[in-house]
């Protein structure tokens, strides 16, 4: 019995700092993240998007922002082999630093997203979000931080 509590204790020990260690992103971009959900898409990825177009549509995306007459509010690229990971961090203090501040500028990416042409060519821009995009775009995962203490990570499938 003894020998399983150490074990159990140890793998408690472990296996956090292995999910971390996975994320090689985190502690650079963002802290790790502590918490995380899965968006089951209602939307398919589109047999042509690929890196590529991960990488334009976030290039496009940020262009777009540094338009404002302000400075943007966070900084949003891709990453991984395939750029398959989405990050947004905000680069401004005091801000998206709670998750439902994160959940307001995810509500806002979906509603630029619904005004899209993708989106109304295919009538769902009253029923697709942000996340749907990012699934036919192929993004695998979405992490969200206020660049000093806060993360949460979003899992599309």
């Not at 900084?75 to 395939?82: H, L, M, N, P, W």
């Not at 969200?144 to 203490?149: A, I, K, Q």
Request: aromatic share 12%; glycine share 6%.
């Amino acid at each position: 019995m003894a020998k399983f509590v150490l074990l159990a204790a140890l793998l408690w020990l472990i296996v956090p700092s292995i999910g971390n260690a996975a994320d090689r992103h985190a502690n650079y971009y963002y802290p790790p993240p502590q918490t995380s959900e899965t968006y089951k898409a209602r939307a398919q990825t589109l047999p042509e998007t690929g890196r590529r177009s991960r990488i334009a549509f976030v290039t496009g995306l940020t262009n777009r922002m540094l338009q404002n007459p302000y400075p943007p509010e966070f900084a949003i690229f891709a990453k991984g082999t395939d750029a398959e990971k989405l990050i947004i961090v905000s680069v401004k203090a005091d801000t998206y630093d709670t998750i439902y501040r994160m959940r307001g500028l995810l509500a806002t990416l979906t509603a630029v997203a619904r005004v899209t042409p993708l989106f109304k060519q295919g009538a769902v821009e009253d029923f697709f979000t942000f996340f749907d995009l990012c699934k036919m775009l192929g993004f695998e995962r979405i992490t969200v931080s206020d660049g000093r203490d806060f993360a949460h990570r979003i899992n599309i499938e």
